[in-house]
Protein backbone atom coordinates (compact mmCIF):
# COMPACT_ATOMS: atom_id res chain seq x y z
CA UNK A 1 0.00 0.00 0.00
CA UNK A 2 1.03 3.46 -0.50
CA UNK A 3 -0.49 6.63 0.95
CA UNK A 4 -0.61 10.15 0.56
CA UNK A 5 -1.82 12.42 3.14
CA UNK A 6 -3.78 9.72 4.50
CA UNK A 7 -3.62 10.15 8.78
CA UNK A 8 -7.16 10.32 9.13
CA UNK A 9 -8.07 7.60 7.18
CA UNK A 10 -5.55 5.41 7.45
CA UNK A 11 -5.96 3.78 10.68
CA UNK A 12 -9.28 2.42 9.60
CA UNK A 13 -7.79 0.54 6.51
CA UNK A 14 -4.74 -1.00 8.66
CA UNK A 15 -6.96 -2.14 10.97
CA UNK A 16 -8.95 -4.15 8.26
CA UNK A 17 -5.58 -5.52 7.12
CA UNK A 18 -4.57 -6.20 10.34
CA UNK A 19 -7.59 -8.14 11.65
CA UNK A 20 -7.79 -10.55 8.67
CA UNK A 21 -8.26 -14.17 10.50
CA UNK A 22 -6.43 -17.49 9.20
CA UNK A 23 -3.46 -16.04 6.99
CA UNK A 24 0.55 -15.19 7.79
CA UNK A 25 0.93 -11.86 6.23
CA UNK A 26 3.62 -8.74 6.02
CA UNK A 27 1.51 -4.83 5.16
CA UNK A 28 4.15 -2.78 3.50
CA UNK A 29 3.42 0.63 3.39
CA UNK A 30 5.04 3.35 1.60
CA UNK A 31 4.42 6.91 2.91
CA UNK A 32 4.64 8.48 -0.60
CA UNK A 33 5.67 12.13 1.20
CA UNK A 34 2.82 12.95 2.94
CA UNK A 35 3.07 16.31 4.33
CA UNK A 36 0.36 15.83 7.38
CA UNK A 37 0.49 13.14 9.88
CA UNK A 38 0.52 10.18 7.84
CA UNK A 39 3.91 9.28 9.08
CA UNK A 40 3.12 9.57 12.61
CA UNK A 41 0.38 7.44 12.43
CA UNK A 42 2.54 4.44 10.69
CA UNK A 43 5.15 4.78 13.18
CA UNK A 44 2.49 4.54 15.95
CA UNK A 45 0.83 1.02 14.37
CA UNK A 46 4.53 0.25 13.71
CA UNK A 47 6.13 0.13 17.36
CA UNK A 48 2.95 -2.17 18.25
CA UNK A 49 2.79 -4.43 15.62
CA UNK A 50 5.70 -6.24 14.10
CA UNK A 51 3.33 -7.10 10.68
CA UNK A 52 3.60 -3.72 9.78
CA UNK A 53 6.75 -2.27 7.43
CA UNK A 54 6.40 1.14 7.32
CA UNK A 55 8.43 3.27 4.92
CA UNK A 56 8.89 7.04 4.68
CA UNK A 57 10.04 8.90 1.64
CA UNK A 58 11.03 12.18 1.40
CA UNK A 59 9.06 13.10 -2.43
CA UNK A 60 5.69 12.27 -3.47
CA UNK A 61 6.49 10.25 -6.66
CA UNK A 62 3.01 8.63 -6.89
CA UNK A 63 1.33 4.92 -6.85
CA UNK A 64 3.15 2.95 -9.78
CA UNK A 65 6.66 3.82 -7.99
CA UNK A 66 5.95 3.34 -4.78
CA UNK A 67 4.09 0.10 -6.00
CA UNK A 68 7.32 -0.87 -7.60
CA UNK A 69 9.68 0.01 -4.31
CA UNK A 70 7.05 -2.14 -1.76
CA UNK A 71 7.03 -5.33 -4.02
CA UNK A 72 10.40 -5.14 -4.21
CA UNK A 73 10.65 -5.43 -0.63
CA UNK A 74 8.13 -7.97 -0.27
CA UNK A 75 8.72 -11.47 1.39
CA UNK A 76 5.35 -13.38 0.46
CA UNK A 77 4.67 -15.86 -1.96
CA UNK A 78 1.53 -13.70 -2.36
CA UNK A 79 1.41 -10.17 -2.79
CA UNK A 80 -2.37 -8.34 -2.25
CA UNK A 81 -2.79 -4.36 -3.18
CA UNK A 82 -4.54 -2.49 -0.70
CA UNK A 83 -5.56 1.38 -0.94
CA UNK A 84 -5.35 4.15 2.41
CA UNK A 85 -9.27 4.75 2.98
CA UNK A 86 -10.45 1.45 1.63
CA UNK A 87 -11.43 -1.78 3.67
CA UNK A 88 -10.41 -5.55 2.94
CA UNK A 89 -13.66 -6.91 4.58
CA UNK A 90 -13.41 -10.10 6.71
CA UNK A 91 -11.89 -13.05 4.90
CA UNK A 92 -10.13 -11.37 2.35
CA UNK A 93 -6.75 -12.78 2.42
CA UNK A 94 -7.33 -16.29 3.55
CA UNK A 95 -10.40 -16.59 0.72
CA UNK A 96 -7.59 -15.43 -2.14
CA UNK A 97 -4.76 -17.78 -0.47
CA UNK A 98 -6.71 -20.57 -0.46
CA UNK A 99 -7.61 -19.42 -4.71
CA UNK A 100 -4.11 -19.64 -5.46
CA UNK A 101 -2.63 -22.60 -3.68
CA UNK A 102 -5.40 -24.95 -4.75
CA UNK A 103 -5.18 -23.48 -8.27
CA UNK A 104 -1.46 -23.71 -9.41
CA UNK A 105 -2.24 -22.42 -12.46
CA UNK A 106 -3.36 -19.19 -11.79
CA UNK A 107 -1.29 -16.16 -11.89
CA UNK A 108 -3.88 -13.71 -9.92
CA UNK A 109 -6.93 -13.76 -8.25
CA UNK A 110 -9.78 -10.74 -7.48
CA UNK A 111 -12.75 -11.18 -5.60
CA UNK A 112 -15.94 -8.47 -5.77
CA UNK A 113 -15.62 -5.07 -4.71
CA UNK A 114 -18.25 -2.25 -3.26
CA UNK A 115 -17.63 1.35 -4.21
CA UNK A 116 -18.68 3.65 -1.85
CA UNK A 117 -18.27 7.56 -1.79
CA UNK A 118 -16.08 9.30 0.92
CA UNK A 119 -19.57 9.43 3.51
CA UNK A 120 -19.67 5.70 3.03
CA UNK A 121 -23.13 6.04 0.13
CA UNK A 122 -23.25 2.99 -1.76
CA UNK A 123 -22.40 3.92 -5.85
CA UNK A 124 -22.02 0.92 -7.32
CA UNK A 125 -20.71 -2.93 -7.13
CA UNK A 126 -18.44 -4.72 -9.21
CA UNK A 127 -17.70 -8.62 -9.78
CA UNK A 128 -16.12 -10.77 -12.41
CA UNK A 129 -17.18 -14.30 -13.56
CA UNK A 130 -14.35 -16.19 -14.90
CA UNK A 131 -15.65 -16.27 -18.22
CA UNK A 132 -16.06 -12.52 -18.13
CA UNK A 133 -12.46 -11.74 -17.07
CA UNK A 134 -11.41 -14.18 -20.08
CA UNK A 135 -13.63 -11.89 -22.79
CA UNK A 136 -12.74 -8.64 -20.71
CA UNK A 137 -8.57 -9.68 -20.74
CA UNK A 138 -8.60 -10.65 -24.50
CA UNK A 139 -10.11 -7.26 -25.77
CA UNK A 140 -8.57 -5.15 -28.27
CA UNK A 141 -10.74 -2.02 -27.85
CA UNK A 142 -9.84 0.36 -25.01
CA UNK A 143 -13.80 0.67 -24.47
CA UNK A 144 -14.21 -3.16 -24.01
CA UNK A 145 -11.43 -4.22 -22.19
CA UNK A 146 -11.75 -5.04 -18.23
CA UNK A 147 -9.46 -6.06 -16.17
CA UNK A 148 -10.03 -6.80 -12.18
CA UNK A 149 -10.02 -4.52 -9.94
CA UNK A 150 -6.86 -3.45 -9.27
CA UNK A 151 -7.21 -3.45 -5.22
CA UNK A 152 -9.39 -6.43 -5.03
CA UNK A 153 -6.19 -8.94 -6.52
CA UNK A 154 -3.97 -10.89 -5.08
CA UNK A 155 -1.30 -12.43 -7.29
CA UNK A 156 1.89 -14.45 -7.07
CA UNK A 157 5.10 -13.23 -6.62
CA UNK A 158 7.20 -15.02 -9.02
CA UNK A 159 4.57 -14.48 -11.81
CA UNK A 160 5.32 -10.54 -10.55
CA UNK A 161 8.53 -11.19 -10.93
CA UNK A 162 8.61 -13.07 -14.36
CA UNK A 163 6.96 -10.44 -16.50
CA UNK A 164 9.12 -7.18 -15.01
CA UNK A 165 5.93 -6.04 -12.71
CA UNK A 166 4.75 -2.92 -12.70
CA UNK A 167 6.01 -0.26 -15.57
CA UNK A 168 6.76 2.92 -13.92
CA UNK A 169 5.74 4.54 -17.56
CA UNK A 170 2.27 3.80 -16.78
CA UNK A 171 1.38 6.53 -14.23
CA UNK A 172 -2.37 5.43 -14.49
CA UNK A 173 -3.49 2.17 -16.07
CA UNK A 174 -0.03 0.06 -14.25
CA UNK A 175 -2.71 -2.21 -13.27
CA UNK A 176 -4.19 -3.36 -16.81
CA UNK A 177 -0.44 -3.28 -18.36
CA UNK A 178 0.46 -5.65 -15.49
CA UNK A 179 -2.41 -7.89 -16.25
CA UNK A 180 -2.14 -8.36 -19.85
CA UNK A 181 1.60 -9.40 -19.05
CA UNK A 182 0.71 -11.79 -16.21
CA UNK A 183 -2.06 -13.31 -18.27
CA UNK A 184 0.89 -15.16 -20.14
CA UNK A 185 2.06 -16.46 -16.76
CA UNK A 186 -0.93 -17.78 -15.81
CA UNK A 187 -5.07 -17.61 -15.84
CA UNK A 188 -6.93 -15.01 -13.71
CA UNK A 189 -9.77 -16.21 -11.19
CA UNK A 190 -12.16 -14.08 -10.02
CA UNK A 191 -14.06 -14.37 -7.11
CA UNK A 192 -17.70 -12.78 -7.43
CA UNK A 193 -18.02 -12.38 -4.05
CA UNK A 194 -17.65 -9.16 -2.39
CA UNK A 195 -14.61 -8.92 -0.17
CA UNK A 196 -13.03 -5.34 -0.62
CA UNK A 197 -14.70 -1.89 0.12
CA UNK A 198 -12.94 1.08 -2.15
CA UNK A 199 -14.00 4.65 -1.72
CA UNK A 200 -14.42 7.15 -4.49
CA UNK A 201 -12.48 9.91 -3.72
CA UNK A 202 -13.34 13.31 -6.47
CA UNK A 203 -9.89 13.76 -6.18
CA UNK A 204 -8.62 10.42 -6.82
CA UNK A 205 -6.75 9.61 -10.33
CA UNK A 206 -9.49 7.37 -11.15
CA UNK A 207 -12.02 10.55 -11.08
CA UNK A 208 -9.87 13.14 -12.02
CA UNK A 209 -7.38 11.68 -14.98
CA UNK A 210 -10.35 9.53 -16.97
CA UNK A 211 -8.97 10.53 -20.07
CA UNK A 212 -5.27 10.12 -19.08
CA UNK A 213 -6.32 6.23 -17.57
CA UNK A 214 -8.29 5.92 -21.10
CA UNK A 215 -5.03 7.03 -23.37
CA UNK A 216 -2.50 5.18 -20.85
CA UNK A 217 -4.66 1.94 -21.24
CA UNK A 218 -4.77 1.92 -25.26
CA UNK A 219 -0.79 1.98 -24.96
CA UNK A 220 -0.94 -1.04 -22.88
CA UNK A 221 -2.99 -2.60 -25.28
CA UNK A 222 -0.96 -1.95 -28.44
CA UNK A 223 2.54 -3.08 -26.20
CA UNK A 224 0.35 -6.42 -26.00
CA UNK A 225 0.00 -6.30 -30.07
CA UNK A 226 4.00 -5.55 -30.45
CA UNK A 227 4.96 -8.45 -27.81
CA UNK A 228 2.30 -10.77 -30.06
CA UNK A 229 3.96 -9.05 -33.01
CA UNK A 230 7.43 -10.11 -31.60
CA UNK A 231 7.87 -6.20 -32.29
CA UNK A 232 9.49 -3.51 -29.65
CA UNK A 233 7.41 -1.76 -27.28
CA UNK A 234 10.12 1.28 -26.82
CA UNK A 235 8.28 3.66 -28.62
CA UNK A 236 5.15 3.20 -27.11
CA UNK A 237 6.70 3.20 -23.60
CA UNK A 238 8.24 6.35 -24.60
CA UNK A 239 4.88 7.54 -25.22
CA UNK A 240 3.42 6.85 -21.99
CA UNK A 241 5.99 8.28 -19.82
CA UNK A 242 5.16 11.75 -21.81
CA UNK A 243 1.67 11.59 -20.76
CA UNK A 244 2.32 10.02 -17.70
CA UNK A 245 4.73 12.90 -16.33
CA UNK A 246 2.97 15.57 -17.99
CA UNK A 247 -0.60 14.54 -16.16
CA UNK A 248 1.47 13.59 -13.06
CA UNK A 249 2.81 17.65 -12.72
CA UNK A 250 -1.16 19.08 -13.40
CA UNK A 251 -2.08 16.44 -11.05
CA UNK A 252 0.35 17.18 -8.15
CA UNK A 253 -0.92 21.08 -8.40
CA UNK A 254 -4.80 20.27 -9.66
CA UNK A 255 -5.01 23.28 -11.88
CA UNK A 256 -8.06 22.18 -13.58
CA UNK A 257 -11.46 22.00 -11.62
CA UNK A 258 -13.34 20.99 -14.08
CA UNK A 259 -12.09 17.16 -13.43
CA UNK A 260 -12.73 17.37 -10.25
CA UNK A 261 -16.22 18.58 -10.88
CA UNK A 262 -17.00 15.84 -13.36
CA UNK A 263 -16.01 13.13 -10.93
CA UNK A 264 -17.87 14.84 -8.22
CA UNK A 265 -21.04 14.85 -10.76
CA UNK A 266 -20.17 11.05 -11.27
CA UNK A 267 -20.77 9.93 -7.76
CA UNK A 268 -24.12 12.62 -7.81
CA UNK A 269 -25.06 10.35 -10.90
CA UNK A 270 -24.77 7.41 -9.22
CA UNK A 271 -26.47 8.33 -5.78
CA UNK A 272 -29.27 9.52 -7.93
CA UNK A 273 -31.55 6.29 -7.84
CA UNK A 274 -30.92 5.33 -4.16
CA UNK A 275 -30.13 8.89 -2.33
CA UNK A 276 -31.57 11.96 -3.75
CA UNK A 277 -30.77 14.34 -1.23
CA UNK A 278 -27.26 13.11 -1.07
CA UNK A 279 -27.04 13.14 -5.44
CA UNK A 280 -28.54 16.79 -5.33
CA UNK A 281 -25.55 17.77 -3.06
CA UNK A 282 -23.05 16.51 -5.01
CA UNK A 283 -24.29 17.99 -7.79
CA UNK A 284 -24.57 21.66 -6.51
CA UNK A 285 -20.51 20.33 -5.55
CA UNK A 286 -19.85 19.68 -9.09
CA UNK A 287 -21.59 22.96 -10.09
CA UNK A 288 -19.37 24.97 -7.81
CA UNK A 289 -16.32 23.42 -8.76
CA UNK A 290 -16.88 24.28 -12.32
CA UNK A 291 -19.67 26.59 -13.14
CA UNK A 292 -19.09 26.69 -17.06
CA UNK A 293 -20.52 23.32 -17.19
CA UNK A 294 -24.55 23.49 -17.50
CA UNK A 295 -24.60 19.74 -16.47
CA UNK A 296 -24.67 19.60 -13.45
CA UNK A 297 -27.17 22.53 -13.04
CA UNK A 298 -29.51 20.52 -15.27
CA UNK A 299 -29.06 17.44 -13.50
CA UNK A 300 -30.58 19.28 -10.36
CA UNK A 301 -33.25 21.12 -12.39
CA UNK A 302 -33.88 17.13 -13.43
CA UNK A 303 -33.72 15.92 -9.54
CA UNK A 304 -37.01 17.99 -8.67
CA UNK A 305 -38.94 17.84 -12.02
CA UNK A 306 -38.33 13.51 -12.02
CA UNK A 307 -36.50 12.87 -15.20
CA UNK A 308 -32.83 13.25 -14.19
Given at each position: MSVYNGAESLPRTLESVLT???VDLELIVIDDGSTDGTGDVLEGYGSSDRRIVPVRE?????LTRRLISG????????????????ISLPGRFSMQERMLDLNPDAAFVSCGTRFVEP?????YEVAQTPEESRRGLSASNVNEIRGPIHVSTMFRK?????????REEFYAAQDLDLWLRM??????????????????????????????????????IDCEMKRRQGENETELLNQAKTLSEGFRHGFANRSDPSGESASLYFIASQLRHSNLALARRYFWRAFRKYPY????????????????
Open positions: QDDKDNLGCRKARGRYIARQDCGDGGGLLDAYDAVGGYKDRGDHLPNPDIYYEAVWHPQSISGYGKELQQALAGLASPRPLIAIIGTYRGFA
